[in-house]
Every structure is written in C-alpha cells, then in structure tokens.
C-alpha cells in the first residue's frame, strides 16, 4: 500500500488523469448501452417513456453520489482499509468470489435444464 500513495505522491497531476481515464474506461460503456437499450425500448421498469434528457440528468446524479460514496468510505475508512488490506483481504475476497460463482453455476444449472428434468428430483 505504501508502495501505491508514494506512487500517487510521485505523479501529481498524472495520478488524477490516470484514475478518470481508468474509471472512463471501466464504467464508460455500461451508461452507454443502459442508455441505447432503454432508447430501443428493450430494458424493464417504464425507461422506454422516460425522455433521455431525464435519463441523462439521473445517470449523472447517481454516478456523482456513488463517486462521493466511495471516495468518502476511502478518506474516512482507509486506514481500515489498509489493515485489512495488510491482514489478508485478497485472501478473503477471492473466496468470496469463489462462493458466489459456485451458487450462481448451481442457480443457473439449475433453472437452465428442462423442466422435466427438474420436476424429477435429478
């Protein structure tokens, strides 16, 4: 971890572009499609009636809070952070991860096979 801040430290200026084109980057198309599809009238919950001026201004809104969420849990939870960081934590996400893929393989084995392979107990 110190190894990353004296790197940031290092940058200046270049850290804060890296980040917005690393986060641009990363998010950037998911906005983009939600919007296409609820444009092409495919997605559920009323989008298709909502004008994209409307869809624009809450896609911002809620980009930008979830921006403050997250950096604010960083600023008031990083030292935290770093101890869990420190103590194991990729240990314990990577088995998180593994738990979930497992129940979602099962979840979807389970509703993708026939339904009269499902009605018989197999």
């Known amino acids: 971890m110190e190894k990353v801040l004296e790197l940031v430290s ?6 804060y572009l890296l980040l917005f084109a690393y986060c641009a980057l990363k998010s950037g198309t998911l906005p ?7 444009q ?3 997605l559920p919950v ?3 009636d909502m004008t994209w001026h409307r869809f624009t201004g809450l896609n911002a ?3 930008d809070l979830w921006m403050a969420l997250m950096v604010g849990a960083g600023y008031l939870f990083g030292a935290s952070i770093e101890q869990a960081v420190k ?5 314990w996400n990577m088995a998180l991860l593994g738990v979930f893929l497992l129940l979602f393989f099962l ?6 096979r026939p339904a009269d392979v499902r009605n018989s107990g197999l």
């Not at 979840?107 to 993708?112: L, Q, S």
């Open 87 to 91: 103590s194991g934590w990729t240990a």
């Open 46 to 48: 009323g989008l298709t």
């Open 10 to 15: 290092e940058c200046g200026t270049l850290s």
């Open 32 to 38: 983009l499609f939600a919007g296409y599809a609820a």
């Open 107 to 112: 979840a979807w084995w389970r509703v993708g």
């Open 61 to 63: 809104a809620s980009a």
């Open 40 to 42: 092409a009238g495919a």
